[in-house]
């Protein structure tokens, strides 16, 4: 599906890249025509002309030296002296000396009559660069012999580069000879036929790799679109690490933060209206403790009759009454308490040294049996900023349950571990608190429910103390959630955020 920043990323590109390209095509005609009026005039054929004219006539010139030069060998007085004898040895070492006499002479041979078979040759070396050979021949009347051959040496390149220059003339008549704006359209045919394709894959590139980046920033809006209709556990895959991947990160990052943000502010939301049902509760209750409990004591006081029987009956009764009355007196007192948390006042505290105070609070209690609390602090810094009466109050509060849990479970070797230490940096970094038990653990169904007000495992109990403790937590701005570790047994983890 193709949408509008497709579309607005596409048509960029065309823009872009066939603005110039027409542009360059113009200039680049412009600049054909000119080039083809400088380059195509009769001036420049004349020299041309003149050129390959001095080229032939050099040619001419090197033929008729080597002509005249044979004739000067047919005219020489030492080949006719030499010649005239009957001595062979003698007319080659003459031969010989004209030869090394001069540079262009290859070989000269004087050839006598055929039905006499005579030959003499004088060859020069042949070790020098490649040349091309000339022979020319004469007739002479030397003695024995008839004729005069000589092989003269030529610069192999003189006769290409005189048929190159003859082609080259051929094909800038034929030029001049063709209209103008035929060579025009061909020249910016062929520019625009490498140019042009070159720019088709520019852009086919540039859509491919931008499709692929608008693709990211459609997810990245679809999720926002989520987002703003309330669902804040929508997560976008970063992909590349670039700029809009640091874009994605940081969404992911906003979005994890809103939604933790909002399920702080619900819990604490409904912490409220719990503690404000459980003011009005220990107000209610607590009102007509007190003239109850005078009223059984006065039932208790004014009878003074004889029924044994009755006198007991009265005395058990009111005793169980009164033991009721202290019962919902110690529940209303749990529910003004909960009503009446104080507000979180934090300070900056090391909580290693912190929790090593806790550690020496709680093993003097001695209340905890055979269940052994071990301690592993990190001991290094751990910069946070903490309520130390409140959270001395989680941390009681968490040990004490795992402690209580496994004092009736059964386990062998009942054990609490308390583990704090830092984990992530900069803005990431916290301080990560986990309390771990070995006893039996928490039934799946029940774990969505004890952070709940009045929900609780236990025999005795309100149910508050978890969720006193998360809305403690919460208000320090960190974290409390329920884990259970493969090995059994459950695990409240805590996360502080570093001061």
């Known amino acids: 599906m193709i949408r509008r920043l497709d579309v607005k990323i596409i048509v960029t590109l065309l823009v872009t890249a066939l603005v110039p390209l027409g542009v360059s095509i113009h200039l680049v005609s ?7 009026g400088l380059g195509l005039n009769d001036e420049i054929a004349a020299q041309l002309d003149r050129g390959l004219a001095i080229h032939r006539a050099y040619i001419e010139a090197i033929k008729d030296s080597q002509w005249l030069r044979l004739e000067q060998l047919a005219d020489s007085r030492l080949l006719a002296a030499a010649a005239a004898g009957s001595d062979e040895a003698e007319v080659r070492q003459v031969l010989e000396r004209l030869v090394e006499g001069d540079p262009s002479l290859r070989a000269v041979r004087l050839v006598g009559p055929a039905d006499r078979a005579i030959e003499v040759e004088a060859v020069a070396d042949l070790s020098g660069p490649p ?59 062929v520019y625009l036929l490498l140019i042009g394709g070159t720019v088709i894959a520019s852009i086919a590139l540039g859509i491919f790799w931008t499709r692929r980046l608008a693709r990211r920033i459609h997810r990245l809006a679809a999720a926002t679109t989520e987002v703003a209709a309330g669902n804040l556990t929508v997560r976008v895959e970063p992909g590349a690490k670039d700029e809009v991947g640091e874009l994605v990160e940081s969404f992911n990052g906003m979005v994890a933060e809103l939604h933790q943000s909002r399920s702080r502010i619900e819990y604490l939301q409904r912490i409220s209206a719990w503690q404000e049902m459980a003011r009005r509760l220990a107000h209610e209750i607590k009102n007509p403790l007190t003239p109850i409990q005078l009223a059984t004591q006065q039932l208790r006081g ?100 795992a402690a209580e849990a496994l004092r009736g479970a059964g386990t062998a070797q009942p054990l609490v571990v308390f ?81």
């Open 30 to 36: 412009e600049a054909v025509r000119a080039s083809l």
């Open 131 to 189: 040349a091309r050979i000339v022979s020319r021949m004469a007739q002479v009347a030397l003695g024995p012999y008839d004729r005069v051959e000589a092989d003269f040496e030529v610069d192999a390149g003189l006769a290409a580069a005189f048929e190159r220059a003859g082609r080259d003339v051929e094909i800038y008549r034929a030029l001049m000879k063709a209209p103008p704006a035929y060579l025009g359209r061909a020249f910016i045919s």
């Open 302 to 401: 004014k009878y003074r009759g004889d029924d044994a029987c009755f006198s007991l009956l009265l005395e058990q009764s009111t005793e169980i009454i009164e033991e009721e009355i202290e019962t919902l007196r110690r529940l209303t007192a749990d529910f003004s308490a909960f009503a009446r948390l104080p507000r979180v006042e934090t300070e900056p505290v090391d909580l290693a040294e912190f929790l090593d105070e806790c550690a020496a609070s709680l093993s003097c209690t001695g209340e905890y049996g055979a269940v052994e609390i071990s301690w592993h602090i990190e001991q290094r810094p751990l910069p946070v900023r903490v309520d130390r009466m409140m959270f001395k109050r989680v941390v009681d509060n968490l040990v004490r349950n």
């Open 419 to 499: 583990t704090a230490r830092r984990t992530g940096r900069g803005r990431n970094a916290e301080v990560e608190l986990r309390i771990a038990d070995n006893g039996p653990g928490i039934p799946a169904e029940q774990q969505a429910s004890i952070f709940e007000p009045y929900f609780t495992t236990k025999s005795e109990g309100t149910g508050l103390g978890l969720a006193i403790a998360k809305k403690i937590v919460l208000e320090h701005g960190g974290a409390i959630r329920l884990e259970t570790p493969p090995e059994g047994g459950c695990e409240f983890v805590i996360d502080l955020p570093v001061a």
